[in-house]
């Protein structure tokens, strides 16, 4: 069965540093989607992204934040220089569109911000 | 905000079923009920959605009231596996990007 697929399953980073984070969606996937999870907190909206372009962001999605699909099968997260704050479980998802446009989400990264 | 409501937790006996209750009493004539589960800090796991019909698939089955008010989730056979926070979830199904809004959820524990 197709799945969404991240990596790293865990990153340690340094306070101001750049991370991206990697996600394979689904492969006849068109909508892409990333959250992010603090310990202990609910499943929270970042970004959206069809056709090249973000379709909607939440306001946690600054400009210290940018995503890409830089060829035909990965979709990236970029966080230009993270914080203490910016520490959560990063979980991709993807859906096909179209009238069975059910999401699936990929394991997630663990990000560690020192 | 999530426009669901969930007890925050129930248990329930291996082998037995388990009902998961959700209230969405502000949901609109376009918009679904999604189940989600999330299992320790994994990746949120679709089971089910449905618009006002009952909706049954190998996972679980979902059952919906009539003026769509309300619904229940329920697992036939509970097991071990099956603990987990469990998400409902509505949203419109436009057939593009739309995002999930998730709420608290309810931990399920299932026991031995």
């Known amino acids: 069965e197709p799945e969404v697929t991240q990596t790293p399953s865990h990153q340690v980073t340094q306070m101001g540093q750049e991370v991206i984070l990697r996600c394979v969606p689904i492969?006849?996937?068109?909508?892409f989607y990333w959250y992010r999870q603090i310990l202990g907190q609910k499943v929270e909206f970042l970004v959206s992204?069809?056709?090249?372009?973000?379709?909607?962001k939440s306001e946690i999605f600054d400009d210290q934040f940018s995503v890409e699909r830089p060829d035909g099968s990965n979709f990236t997260l970029k966080i230009r220089s993270t914080k203490l704050e910016d520490s959560a479980m990063y979980f991709c998802?993807?859906?096909?569109?179209?009238?069975?446009?059910?999401?699936?989400f990929g394991p997630g990264t663990r990000l560690t911000v020192l | 905000d999530a426009k669901t409501t969930q007890p925050p937790s129930m248990d329930c006996a291996e082998g037995r079923a388990a009902n998961l209750p959700c209230n969405h009493s502000?949901?609109?004539?376009?918009?679904?009920v999604y189940w989600y589960r999330q299992i320790h800090s994994q990746g949120p796991q679709y089971i089910i959605h449905?618009?006002?019909n009952n909706e049954t698939n190998e996972m679980a089955s979902l059952i919906i009231t009539e003026d769509r008010k309300s619904s229940t989730l329920i697992l036939p056979h509970a097991t071990l596996r099956d603990t987990a926070v469990y998400y409902c979830?509505?949203?419109?199904?436009?057939?593009?990007?739309?995002?999930?809004?998730f709420g608290k959820g309810m931990k399920l524990t299932v026991n031995p």
């Open positions: 998802a993807s859906n096909i569109g179209g009238t069975t446009d059910t999401q699936y």
């Open positions: 492969s006849n996937h068109l909508y």
């Open positions: 992204f069809y056709n090249n372009e973000i379709s909607e």
């Open positions: 502000t949901i609109s004539g376009n918009e679904y």
């Open positions: 449905g618009l006002k």
């Open positions: 979830i509505v949203r419109a199904r436009q057939g593009g990007s739309e995002k999930l809004v």
